[in-house]
Nanobody, 114 residues
Framework: QVRFEESGGGLVQPGGSLRLSCTGSGFSIRSSSMSWYRRAPGKGREWVGTIGVAGDYTNYEDFAEGRFTIFRDNIENKLYLEMTNLKFEDTAVYYC???????WGQGTQVTVSS
């Protein structure tokens, strides 16, 4: 059974930074293109960005470009989302998922508040 577990969320002030992590069970993160998504309060889930299997490419949604960085550690079989210069509107539950997959984890809550 495929499961993803996200961690690293928390409360941060505007302009602050957080690093989210993603691990998988029943699934090898190192073997797949991986993506991050988020769901803000009262909104639908939206794509944040994607990283290739070997980390050879990354693509980001406009709001993430220049502030967020997706990277992976294929030795540790982990995925990361580094977020900087956080804004109030980045408040959301963040999820990781393999590209094309259908399994979602519980997500990790990020709250940007002063």
């Amino acid at each position: 059974q495929v499961r993803f577990e996200e961690s690293g969320g928390g409360l941060v002030q505007p302009g602050g930074s957080l690093r989210l992590s993603c691990t998988g069970s029943g699934f090898s993160i190192r073997s797949s293109s991986m993506s991050w998504y988020r769901r803000a309060p009262g909104k639908g889930r939206e794509w944040v960005g994607t990283i290739g299997v070997a980390g050879d490419y990354t693509n980001y949604e406009d709001f993430a470009e220049g502030r967020f960085t997706i990277f992976r550690d294929n030795i540790e079989n982990k995925l990361y989302l580094e977020m900087t210069n956080l804004k109030f509107e980045d408040t959301a539950v963040y999820y990781c998922k393999n590209t094309g997959g259908s399994t979602w984890g519980q997500g990790t809550q990020v709250t940007v508040s002063s």
